[in-house]
């Protein structure tokens, strides 16, 4: 029986349209949009481009500054819709809602965090290292459940312990990539930020 893997698929789509929909909800402006898809975009073809590297792609990064530099909402979008999106090549699955979510959080997280993100680079690439961490441990609950229908700890430890040359993989990615993309697009996004929060003052003055 797999009623515990199915009832934690439906949670995590949930969750996914919840935090979907409230963002959906809130008023961005286009600019807010636009670097938003741009951002998604990266992290698609980003993966598409790795894709003969399992565990080497830049998406977390991209995901991690698109939460940093655009917003917690921001960081939520590019990684559930990046999840989603490359997934039509890629495959889609059970996997699928818990991709999104994962690189969602990742995102999102890193938005609630960027005030300290953006100040240390010790710290972001802490981060980018634990969120590879962080998203290894999170989708091997999905393995066992989806392999065995519930629960087993020491199934857990065997599926981490398997993926473990993957997840330092993914891990050390994460980092590289923080580094080499951090500045030039995290100086792009803040000057184009800038520049949309100048305009959108002068606007107002004037109406």
């Known amino acids: 029986m797999r009623t515990t893997a199915l009832a934690i698929l439906v949670a995590a789509i949930l969750v996914c349209y919840i935090i979907l929909y409230i963002i959906e909800k809130k008023r961005t402006g286009i600019h807010h949009i636009i670097l938003t898809a741009v951002m998604t975009a990266m992290s698609i073809a980003g993966r598409f481009v790795f894709a003969v590297i399992p565990g080497f792609k830049p998406v977390t990064a991209i995901v991690v500054l698109a939460g940093i530099y655009i917003g917690a909402d921001a960081g939520f979008l590019c990684g559930s819709l990046t999840a989603l999106i490359s997934n039509c090549y890629f495959g889609q699955g059970p996997w699928s809602p818990f991709q999104m979510l994962c690189w969602g959080m990742i995102g999102a997280i890193a938005g609630i965090m960027s005030k300290y993100l953006k100040k240390s680079s010790i710290l972001l690439v802490i981060y980018g290292a634990l969120a590879g961490v962080a998203y290894s441990f999170i989708m091997d ?22 993926a ?3 997840t330092i993989e993914y891990a050390v990615s994460n980092v590289l990539f923080l580094l080499l993309i951090s500045k030039p697009v995290g100086a792009k996004l803040e000057h184009v ?15």
């Open 141 to 162: 609950i999905y393995t066992v459940l989806w392999s065995l229908g519930k629960w087993s700890f020491g199934f857990y430890l065997t599926a981490l312990a398997t």
């Open 164 to 166: 473990l040359p993957f």
């Open 193 to 207: 930020m800038a520049k949309a929060s100048s305009y959108s003052v002068d606007y107002k003055r004037k109406i």
